[in-house]
């Protein structure tokens, strides 16, 4: 059962242009959300969030829209550079477990593959 | 430097054999994770520990162990009944009472078997 789902395994961008990643979930309790940077073998690096109280939030070149009737989110990134090519994933919490606290655990997407191109 | 460690950053594994990766943050975090990676997927939660002497199980925690002694040291046993070792593995730590579910990684260890 996958509840957060990346359904674009890749993308390819001409640098100077917008990337735009996106994210679909389905647990309707998922009330915060992350979007991470991934290079070969490294781990994760955050980039930004956004909680399910904004539609929106910006960080520089990378902002993140939130619609949580559609239950999507997306990550813009303007304008796109060959440093951001990387694997992207995003992730999802909620404030709830079985014990009813949270306990910070995310839920990941599968990633997508962001190249961008000179 | 504050951060997340992770040894070895390689590791090979012999049929029959336990093998155990080792995780240690200095971030003062109370929060530790640890997730596999396979190729085209997300990252998968094996454990989590809250708090000291304490950890529970995640999503795929068949064929692991792991202990929580120290606040800064979550090690990662993969036990001879882990069919499918082979992945990359990552630990996370993180505070959830001050930055909300934003978890900090390490490098990674990747596992083959031999």
């Known amino acids: 059962d996958q509840q957060v789902k990346q359904n674009s395994p890749s993308l390819s961008v001409q640098e100077g242009r917008i990337s735009i990643l996106n994210c679909d979930y389905t647990n309707s309790m998922f009330d915060y959300f992350l979007w991470y940077k991934k290079y070969p073998a490294e781990g994760p690096t955050f980039l930004i969030s956004?909680?399910?109280?904004?539609d929106k939030n910006e960080d520089g070149r990378f902002t993140v829209f939130l619609n949580k009737s559609a239950k999507h989110l997306s990550l813009h990134i303007v304008p796109s550079q060959p440093g951001d090519s990387a694997v992207y994933f995003c992730?999802?919490?909620?404030?709830?477990?079985?014990?009813?606290?949270?306990?910070?655990?995310?839920?990941f997407g599968q990633g997508t593959i962001l190249t961008v191109h000179p | 430097d504050g951060g997340i460690t992770q040894s070895p950053k390689y590791l090979f594994r012999k049929e029959g054999q336990n093998v155990t990766l080792s995780c240690e943050q200095n971030l003062n975090h109370d929060a530790m994770y640890w997730y596999r990676q396979d190729p085209g997927q997300g990252l998968r939660l094996i454990y989590y520990s809250q708090i000291v002497n304490d950890f529970q199980k995640g999503d795929i925690a068949e064929g692991y162990s792991v202990s929580r002694e120290k606040k800064e040291s979550f090690p990662l046993t993969v036990t001879s009944a882990q069919k499918n070792p082979t992945a990359f593995y990552l630990c996370a730590s993180s505070n959830p009472g001050l930055a909300r579910n934003i978890q900090y990684f390490g490098a990674g260890t990747r596992l083959s078997v031999l």
């Open positions: 956004i909680s399910s109280i904004k």
């Open positions: 992730a999802a919490s909620g404030a709830f477990n079985a014990g009813g606290t949270s306990y910070g655990k995310l839920t």
